[in-house]
């Protein structure tokens, strides 16, 4: 079927006026159409390490799905624990990436589809699709080997929301019997896991978990010696690297929210499953890629077995099953209870009798609790806190205001001796028991210990603990201890103070670095062995010698003691460097400083330090630099260094040149001023996540140069260590690799761009089809592609030769770009033929239609006014020809992939030829039909 061009048929009918203007409108209508904008998809990340560390490890990801799916910007955001659940409730992130046992808890409450992909992780450079937890202690902690040997420790973990940092090690744990709440203490550190890690480094924790990986990760980034810890528990698997304490678990899940669409979800796992191709995103998140889905089954038995979200609810138990199950258990409980109320009877009788007696033990109870409430007063009126323990039952009563020195409230402790022996330092706990039972051995009048206790928030506190026992049994054992607990941290702290201000003072003295001279009117009362060490002279033999031996000339003794004097009687201490001669006449470089103590006697205080070594070592170090600075200068590239807090310190004299700015003007960020600015933000990512990981990189910029024109440079960055493996901040090196560059873009023209018209060739049509053709799918609207053929093309080529056709191609094909949007594609297809590709059009056809008609009809008015072309015809002087071209166009609309490419362009083709047979200077529109 044949569609004639409306707007043609209405010309010739004579409604000319009317039809320029509706064009007219649709013209300006759709000269302002709107660009689509990419969609943002966010992806959200569990931050089982530093979040920035998180964001920098999973940015690249978002890239690598970024570049791989067209139409749609990936974000990620990392989350702790609590904030993962949230986004995930609002529907704030479209996918997220967590530890599989919160995926399984989201999945209970969020109905979370099945995971798209499982993490495929590289430890110690091989792929592992599994993890587990690690339970470690000091290596100097010897009492600590086994699991069992966790039962009175402190351990530390991030949260219990932690999988592989809490979870397993409590499974594993339980296992063989052990409660952490019963068994152990517990300090949670929050994310993330290098916290746990340095609250075992630290002393505050005698056990850490966290999940496998992060005790090499931190090792790695130089946070860590793992010679200083120990694993406990630990397991072997095959092919699996890393330290392990418990069981393999299959790794993290990569899952889509319910709102997500599935065509988004394939298009993202294919990425993911297409990532091992990619070693450059791989290597930058240090993974291995993405596996098909694991079965987490595993960790919802895990979950159920620790009675954790989601199968922390109790399970559904009727009154039907209770009966069904305990009916003779019931039969027995109504005829015990019936036998009970019988004997309730005779009880009452006989209390009755007994109500007189315990009146009266009432009234003596009443009596003895006023008195000990007095005393009780009494005690914590002073501020002291009251503790009564009775031996025989192990019951002690603590009064409010010794819970309120440890930060605990009345209800928060029982009255039980464990409620302060589980509270006692470990390191005090013997003391205290033999301090105790030295008072229950009449070896003492009264007990008293100083001892640390455990307060709520994790602290300790000093606590001075006082008691005697009151009451005693008839086998001579004690029955009843009545003591005062009173807080005496600050008098410990003022005592640790003043003990190690003297010890200072006495290492100050004593210092074999630091010399210590008092002098008085300029000859020695006292030196230290430090500085009778460092000018060669024995003990004591200084005593009373002058001052003048040590300078090396009068002069110089003179000098210094009149700017010495001068600075004391102003109140200020005099230093200077200078050089003192040693007993051999040696000389020795000294830093000294100098105060008086008396102005009366004139007694003054020597601090004198060898220098010797520095001096030498800067004298060394100024040669160093100078030959560094002379071998840069004198390299053919472009040279530059930085400190390891990424601030650029240095460029060669070539970088200047390049440049043709000062170092002053490059110093710190001002070389980023000349990066292109369509570089600089992929340059300060690359630089950023090479700092963070300390690790060589290489890439490619545009660097502007002296004359304003940008050149393509390759920048290589090394790390720089110091002799200790301390990182100092990279040295780098730039390459002009700019003719590679124009020889790379020169190889693409000519493989995608027509050399006459540098239009789409063939090849890049077809890429653009697609894309269209993609384009079209996704967003539901029609496309066209119309065929041009150039009418009366070859009487110009047969007359004038090839080169006046060369320029009206030039002209069409410039005139066939003004006459369509910037989203099109204008391409040639060979010779005098030319297509036009029309995207997003509309949802509706029929107008999809009338807007490719409108644009077509432009097209061929545009290319049917006069060329006007300039030859050279035989070698003679210009000749001006005018020459008329009309066009036949043949369209063919299209939705998404309904036609392949073939049958689309051949549709069209017959069009045009349509138009040709038609009279020429046509515009034909081609229905499926009449294939």
Known sequence: MIIRNPFIRQARSGQVIRILIMLAGLAALFSFSPVHADRVVKIGVLAFR??????????????????????????????SFSELDQAVADSSVDFIFTNPGQFVTMNEHAQLALPLATLCDEEAGKPVSSYGGVIFTLAANRKIQTLRDLTGTTIAAASKDSLGGYQMQVFEM????????????????????????????????????????VLEDMAAERKLDLSRLRIINQKYFTEFPVVISTQLYPEWPFAALPHVEEYLSRHVTAALFNLDHNRAATRAMGINGFVVPADYSSIAELLRAL??????????????????????????????GSSILFLLFRLWILNRRLNTERMNVIQQQLLLRESEARWQFALEGAGDGVWDWNALTNEVFFSRRWKEMLGYSEEEIGSTLDEWDKRVHPDDREKCLADLDAHFQGKTPVYKNEHRMLCKDGSYRWILDRGRVIEWQPDGKPLRIVGTHSDVTERRRYQSKIEQMLAEQNAMLENQLVGIVTSRNRKI????????????????????????????????????????????????????????????????WVDLSTAR???????????????????????????????FHLMADSAPVLIWMSEKDGQRSFFNRVWLTFTGRTLEQELCGGWMQGVHPDDLSFCMETFEAAFAACREFS???????????????????????????????????????????????????????????????????SDRLIQTMAGSKRSGEYAALMIIDLDNFKPLNDTFGHAAGDLLLIEAASRLKSCVREIDTVARFGGDEFIVILSDLGVEEESAISQAGIVAERIRISLADPYVLAIHPNGRQN????????SSIGIV??????????????RADTAMYQAKKSGRNQVVFQSRAVL
Request: hydrophobic share 35%; aromatic share 10%; charged share 30%.
């Open 597 to 627: 103590l008396s102005e009366k006697n004139n007694e003054t205080l020597w601090a004198v330090i060898d220098i010797t070594q520095q001096r030498n070592a800067e004298i060394a170090l100024r040669e160093s630099e100078k030959r």
């Open 50 to 79: 530093p979040k920035i560390q998180t964001m920098t490890q999973w940015q690249h990801l978002a890239g690598v799905l970024t570049r791989g799916i067209p139409g749609h910007r990936f974000e990620i955001e990392a989350y």
């Open 893 to 906: 609309m299209f939705l998404g992939h309904e036609d392949n490419q073939d049958e689309i362009i051949e």
């Open 307 to 336: 009675h954790l979200p989601p199968f922390d609810g109790p399970p559904k138990f009727t009154i039907g099953d209770v009966g069904a199950r305990y009916r003779w258990q019931l039969i027995g409980a109504v005829i015990a």
């Open 699 to 765: 890439l490619e910029y545009r660097l502007r140069r002296c004359d304003g024109e940008f050149f393509w440079v390759v920048d290589h960055g090394v790390p720089r260590y110091d002799e200790k493996g301390d990182f100092l901040g990279f040295i780098g090196s730039c390459i002009d690799i700019t003719d590679r560059h124009r020889m790379e873009t020169v190889t693409r023209e000519l493989a995608n761009y027509d050399v006459l018209t540098h239009l789409p060739n063939r090849r890049l049509l």
């Open 525 to 588: 009362v006292w030196a230290n062995p430090a500085f009778e060490k460092m000018l060669g002279y024995e003990k004591g033999e200084l005593v009373g010698a002058p001052t003048r031996q040590f300078y090396s000339s009068e002069e110089t003794y003179q000098s210094v003691g009149k700017r010495a004097h001068h600075e004391h009687k102003n109140g200020k201490i005099f230093r200077m460097q200078l050089e003192f001669c040693r007993h051999d006449g040696e000389p020795v």
């Open 174 to 213: 339980q296992e063989i019997g052990l409660q952490i709440d019963r068994d152990a203490g517990l300090i949670l550190t929050g994310m993330p896991h290098d916290r746990v890690v340095d609250a075992v480094l630290e002393g505050r924790a005698d056990v850490g978990f966290v999940r496998t990986g």
């Open 879 to 886: 000749l001006s020809v005018e020459h008329r071209c009309t």
